[in-house]
């Protein structure tokens, strides 16, 4: 059987997705083992070909931040039948989208005073592209990437079980539940699949996974604001991305 | 003649490289360009809480994570004079040992080593390489484990926080981890062998070496003094009065010491702080000048023992958490609460990260939140020194052919390790 070609591509990021992919060894090893790999340019030399490849599956991790990323990202597309926004930053615009929130002009003058940098509005990739599956976290779960790669290289479109960070929180229900204690904490309007791996470590969960699609977050907000100020709450949505979503989510 | 390479791979982040040069060897043009989009990292902190610092500042860079939380909670510590207690102290110490560790052994096996062998794919490596690979992934993975079970997680460690942790680790876990240590240091010790053999080009060219310093140890974690050169200089002194950023190259701050290119990383560690490595990588590095009769002048003005220096503090780290896991198990290791009182004030740390030093300043307001940043990463500083070693290795590979030409070209660049999400950020 001929093996499905698959291409891992890193616009503006901190390439961390693709770290939490190499640190599975040789578990990922034996992933690409079964795939014919057409570009993955932190372990392999081969240029992105200039013709037609005609990948089975992309995956695109970062931000085009670049118009030279925009066309890379465009011509990614033509090439893909799949295509995968994989992580924070590609899928819900990440960190990187507090600048939007900041004001890019004022953000840039305390880099740049005078000179003229590109410095246009962060927006996740489905802005140019169509987008057919996203992986979310930030950074992704190496292990769920695996479970997702395996249906995606079959052709298939993996479905996400929405369930919120709770369910997977060992706090649930306890007396350490950050809501309970009064914090923030942004777990029941999360999409699970990390194993609440902040709330675990005595984080709060700031919803860097996205917003569950099959729930209402109105309420949720509204708990929030009886023991938190507005500002604050809305500090917490902006740092992984996620306001503007919730924002769009509220007005339809 | 010109020659280009539009995108170098495996580099962490995306780059390139131009040149033009006539064929009497003149070089009228060269660089090594960054090619990733500006995140503005520092502008978006401006108005943000103190605690979001070290998460943001974390996402500036995948593979290392760890310099730039710890330089982000110190550099603010410093400012509101918070002392965080000795248990925080060695746990830091800890976790950065091993990000160098499992930052060092991906550049040096996945990265760098290939080249030596004309490889193109990793994949082809790992089949040629079977004991070497198996050994490199089991000292990565130690690593990444002491990430995983100190920092919650090795990519975007969770639990470091300004004053201390939010959790700290089960002592059973420790323990596991201080039982797998010897493996790992006969694991490191194939490695060294491994990179011992290595043909390493002829290449000369004398330049500063810049680390932290203090006259006693080998010191990586929180220090007040800089060394460049024969030079010292307090920490701040160096930030802000010898060293310059460069604006005029966006995205990228090029920086430079009084107008000169400059190394830091594995091999200026060496080079300033050689004496204090532990004995057994002491005697590692005596070995190979020893095999190689050289001179230790010599190995430094040979840029690509970089490489070799990194394999040295493979060892020499995995020694040091060794020791620190062992100190650590006697504390009780308790929960801690850090108090953390605002005022308008300002602070800088300056510590060593996988490539060299790094140095993290903010001003803050009564309220916590940034006034106002700065982050001058290791790339940054030695993207210079890069373009001045292209511009001795250029002249002399102009009768080869054109792959060759470039084989040559990237993996000189590769030797640095160079980390373009940091130097963009």
């Known amino acids: 059987m001929k093996k499905p070609k698959v291409a891992f591509f890193s616009l503006t990021s901190c390439e961390g997705c693709q770290f939490a992919l190499l640190d599975l060894g040789e578990k990922f090893f034996d992933f690409l083992r079964e795939v014919d790999l057409i570009d993955f340019s932190l372990i392999e030399e081969m240029p992105f070909p200039k013709g037609k490849v005609e990948i089975d599956v992309s995956f695109v991790e970062g931000l085009s931040i670049k118009k030279e990323e925009i066309d890379l990202l465009k011509k990614i597309r033509e090439e893909s039948k799949i295509l995968v926004a994989v992580g924070n930053c590609a899928a ?10 900041q004001g890019k002009e004022r953000t840039i003058r305390y880099i740049y005073k005078k000179l003229n940098v590109e410095n246009p509005e962060i927006k996740e990739i489905d802005n140019f592209v ?19 790669a395996k249906e995606l290289i079959q052709g298939k479109i993996p479905e996400i079980l929405q369930k919120p960070i709770c369910s997977e929180c060992p706090h649930q229900g306890k007396e ?17 699949g990390c194993g609440a791996i902040c709330p675990k470590n005595g984080q709060l969960c700031y919803g860097c996974r996205g917003i569950l699609k099959n729930i209402n977050p109105k309420g949720f907000l509204e708990t929030l604001k009886k023991f938190k100020k507005p500002e604050e709450i809305e500090d917490n949505l902006e740092i992984f991305g996620i306001k503007d979503d919730l924002e769009k989510f509220l007005k339809s | 003649m010109k020659i280009a390479i539009p995108h170098i791979h495996k580099i962490e982040g995306e780059a390139g490289f131009w040149a033009k040069v006539t064929r009497t060897g003149k070089i009228e043009e060269l660089k090594f360009q960054t090619l990733l989009g500006l995140r503005q990292i520092e502008g978006i902190l401006i108005g943000r809480r103190y605690f979001e610092v070290p998460i943001v500042v974390s996402r500036i860079c995948g593979i290392c994570p760890v310099p730039h939380i710890l330089g982000a909670c110190t550099a603010l510590e410093n400012a509101l004079n918070v002392k965080v207690s000795e248990q925080t102290v060695l746990l830091r110490k800890l976790l950065l040992a091993a990000n160098i560790i499992y930052s060092h052994t991906l550049h040096l096996f996945f990265l760098s080593l290939p080249d030596f062998f004309n490889i193109e794919n990793d994949l082809e490596l790992l089949k040629k390489f079977k004991k070497e690979s198996k050994a490199a992934l089991r000292v990565r993975d130690l690593a990444l484990e002491i990430a995983k079970i100190v920092g919650g997680r090795a990519v975007h460690p969770i639990t470091p926080i300004v004053g201390g942790f939010t959790k700290f680790p089960e002592k059973e876990k420790l323990k596991e981890i201080l039982e797998k240590i010897p493996q790992a240091i006969d694991d490191a010790n194939l490695l060294i062998e491994t990179f011992k053999k290595i043909e390493y080009p002829e290449f000369e060219r004398e330049t500063l070496f810049a680390s932290v310093f203090n006259g006693k140890d080998y010191p990586y974690y929180l220090e007040k003094i800089v ?14 009065v010898q060293i310059e950023e460069d604006l005029k190259s966006p995205p990228v701050k090029r920086v430079k010491f009084k107008g000169k290119a400059y190394m830091l990383g594995a091999i200026a560690r060496v080079k300033n702080n050689g004496e204090f490595l532990t004995k057994s990588s002491r005697e590692k590095f005596e070995e190979f000048l020893k095999e190689r009769k050289i001179s230790e002048g010599e190995y430094f003005k040979n840029i690509f023992h970089n490489l070799f220096s990194q394999a040295i503090e493979v060892l020499h ?12 198990l006697k504390l009780p290791l308790k929960e801690e609460k850090p108090e953390i009182k605002f005022y308008s004030t300002s602070g800088l740390s300056a510590l060593e ?20 940043c700065n982050i001058i990463t290791p790339t940054a500083q030695f993207l210079h020194n890069i373009e001045e070693d292209l511009k001795v290795l250029l002249p002399k590979i102009l009768r080869l052919k054109r792959k060759e030409q470039i084989r040559k070209i990237r993996s000189l660049i590769r030797i640095y390790d160079p980390c373009i999400s940091c130097a963009t950020h």
Do not use: W
């Not at chain 2, 780290?317 to 650590?328: A, G, N, Y």
């Open chain 2, 227 to 240: 060394k460049i050169g024969e030079e010292k200089f307090t920490f701040s002194d160096f930030y802000s």
């Open chain 2, 317 to 328: 780290f995995l020694e040091v958490s060794q020791e620190l896991l062992k100190e650590i």
């Open chain 1, 176 to 192: 350490t539940c950050f809501l309970r204690k009064k914090e923030p904490c942004l777990g029941p309007i999360t999409l699970a």
């Open chain 2, 353 to 372: 990260a996988p490539r060299g030093t790094l140095f993290h300043y903010y001003e803050i307001d009564k309220d916590g939140r940034i006034l106002n």
């Open chain 1, 130 to 148: 169509k987008v057919d599956f996203y992986i979310p976290g930030c950074p992704i779960n190496g292990e769920e990437f695996l479970k997702y």
């Open chain 1, 92 to 101: 819900l615009g990440g960190i990187p989208e507090m600048k939007n929130y």
